[in-house]
Structures are given as C-alpha cells and as structure tokens.
C-alpha cells in the first residue's frame, strides 16, 4: 500500500497538483425547453481534445484521452455517466476499498451501532509493527482508539491497521467484515465488486469497476452527510505522528472536498475525487496509472472538461402545474399535477431540453394531494437525460354512490 508519510506531504501534494482549474458559470434553463449558451472555444494555448480510445463513452464530444486503464465521470445529483472508459472492468482498487470500510463505519455511526467515544482496541493482526511499507495510523498494539480517530485515521491517513481494527470490532473478523462490505455493495448496485479485505491489500479476487467505485462515492456523499467533510480534511494527527492526506488536488483546488486515493504495485496510481462548482458536483474515478502526479493530472484534466462542457437546467420551474390528470369516480373531474420537489438536470452545453408527461392510466378517486400520478420525462437531442416525479396537488374525494353510479354508465357508454 501507500509509504509512511508526514507532514511535508502537503506542500509536495501541491507543487504536484498543478494549478487551479477555473469554475464554470452555472445555468437554469427556462420551463419545458431549454437552450443554453454555445459552449466557450478552448484558450488558444490549449492542445485540442485527443481521439476517443477504445472502450471509451461520452455524452458530450471531445472527452479527454487519458491513459489510465480505467477512469469516470458521473454526475453526482443524477447518477449518470458523463464519460468514461473501460468502466465496468473489474480491477485492483488498492487502499480505494476503503472508502467501503469508512462508508460501513458512517452508516453504523448514524444508526446508533456505534458511537463516536466507543473505544477500538488494537490487535496483533491489526497491529502495523512500524512497518514503513503500508499505510498506517500507528496504532500501537493492545491500545484503544476512538471509533471517530479511528475513522480519521482510515480517510485521511489511509490506515491498514485502523481498517482492521475497526472490522474486528464491527465483525468479529476482516472476513466476517468482508461480508458486510460485500452486501452493502450489492445493496448499493456494485455489479463489479468483490471485497476480500477491509484494507485493499492485495489479493487476486479483491476487484472494484470505476463505474461501482463512483456508486460508492455518490452514496457516501449522499448518505454519510455528517461525516463527509472529513474526506476534505488536509492533515491528522495521532499517536503524535502527524499525516498529511495524499489526494493531492485538496491543497490546489478548493472546489475539491474528497475523496480517497490508492496505490500497489499491481493497482497503479488510483484516485475517487469529489467536486462542486456552481451548484454542480462531479465525481471522477482514476485506476491504475503511473504516478501519483498523473492520477492528480488527469483528475484535474477530467473535472476541468467536465464543467467546460456541462451545466445545470431546470427544466421546469418548481410550484409549476404540468398538467391536469383526469379523474374517474372523483367529487372533481380533474387535478392539477406538478412537481414535488426542485428539479435539475445536467446537460451538455448549448443543447435544448424538452419535457413530456405521462400520466398513469385510469386514475380514479381517491386522489390523495403528493401522491404519484405519473412522471415528468425530459430529453435532449432526442435522448432520455432524466424523469422526475409526477405529484398530485390536492386531494381529489371518491364521489358518492348515486354520482358514482352514474359516472360509471357515462363511462360503459363513453360520454
């Protein structure tokens, strides 16, 4: 795994990094249909865009080429794959698997499992004898930890013995632990996972696809809220050893709050980085490149043509009536329909979105006001790019017998 590290790492991390990438604008596209503003041409010091590579998809043109074996862009509010190449390969994640570990530990945190004062102890197998060819928190053997120190020290500093630590403690075992990483994988729709360990240390069935790993991270962000703004954190110290985290792009880049890098011999250089610029977030996933300044190089590469290309609509504005359902059997005819919730899309720059409804077939009262009566469905350039909800808004009463009756033989007859 990753080499023992100090407190110098930041400055290197950042004279590594790179310069910063400029923000893009953000942009709310009016109701029903948006066109957005042609995208910007590129400085005239820039390279053009390299070919697309075999295996390599993008919803926009002009993807970098990057030379990592796998990488990914997804949108995080949607899901969706902006561009990516060889994302469902199933390969070394290397000390990535931990953010499975960190995700495990959060989700227990939240639900009252554990405790952040609950104390961790060491154990010899958990235990990194000083070792300086891992990545350790330096837990000291039979000692006990914190479950939150703990957890610092497996995101910030990347810690194997604080990894096994806490699956003996949660699991009884890193193997019984390995269980519940691999459920919570199924469970979060990771097609292309097998964790063996809690650590990422290497073994020929422990393998994770760009394409879970960005699942991972979008769950993280998503569902570990609380804990979340430690995967920005620069720097832990413990055991009066202090570490600084690798993942180079916090120290240049401010927009950038997470996530988790990786490396071993047969893993390369890895890195899932989080990002937020205008209201927009992108998460971007590198496996196995050469070095710890290209994983950062190309992130930075992939975020900065992910804004340049992309940008936020609206597709309908929020307290908007879409439509109006018809209603059988009601005390009204109809209800007005619309969307419950603020809806954004990301889309490729200077492409109209349109919108179209569908609504569930024989709606019959009782309509209750928030329940679901069909969906929104917005396209782009003749492509699906996202469906929203389709929200009754108000309450629609079951009409009385003798009304009921007759609507039922207008309905027979077709009046």
Known sequence: MQSK?????????????????????????????????????????????????PGQTAVAGGAPALAAKAWLLMDFDSGE??????????????????????????????????????????????????????????????????????????????????????AEHMAGSEEGFAKLMNAEAKRLGMTNTNFVNATGLPDPAHKASARDLAILARAIIRDSSDYYPIYAEREFKYNNIKQG???????????????????????????????????????????????????????????????????KATPIQPNTVVTTAKVSFGKADTVAAGLGSPWTLTVPRGQQVQTSVEVKPDLQAPVAKGAVIGKVIATSNGKPVGETPLIAQADVERSGLMLRTWQHVAKLFGK
């Open 5 to 53: 590290t100090f407190s110098i790492l930041p400055l290197a991390f950042a004279i590594a990094a790179g310069a910063l990438v400029p923000s893009s604008a953000s942009f709310a596209a009016p109701p029903h249909t948006a066109k957005h503003a042609a995208p910007k041409k590129p400085a005239a010091a820039e390279a053009p865009a390299p070919a697309a590579a």
């Open 81 to 166: 794959v902006l561009a990516s190449s060889n994302p469902d390969e199933p390969l070394p994640p290397a000390s990535l698997t931990k953010m499975m570990t960190s995700f495990l530990v959060e989700q227990a945190l939240r639900s009252g499992k554990l405790k952040k004062d609950d104390l961790v102890t060491v154990s010899q197998n958990a235990w990194c004898r000083g070792s300086s060819t891992e990545s350790c928190m330096y837990l000291p053997l039979n000692s006990q930890a914190t479950v939150i120190d703990i957890l610092r020290g497996i995101i910030i500093q990347s810690g194997n013995d604080a990894s096994k630590a806490i």
């Open 245 to 311: 985290n690798r993942n180079a792009l916090l120290y240049t880049d401010p927009t950038v709050d997470g996530l988790k890098t990786g490396h071993t011999q047969d893993a390369g250089y890895c890195l899932v980085t989080s990002s937020k610029r205008n209201g927009m977030r992108l998460i971007t996933v590198i496996l196995n490149t050469n070095s710890a300044q290209a994983r950062a190089d190309q992130t930075r590469q992939l975020l900065g043509w992910g804004y340049s290309n992309f940008e």
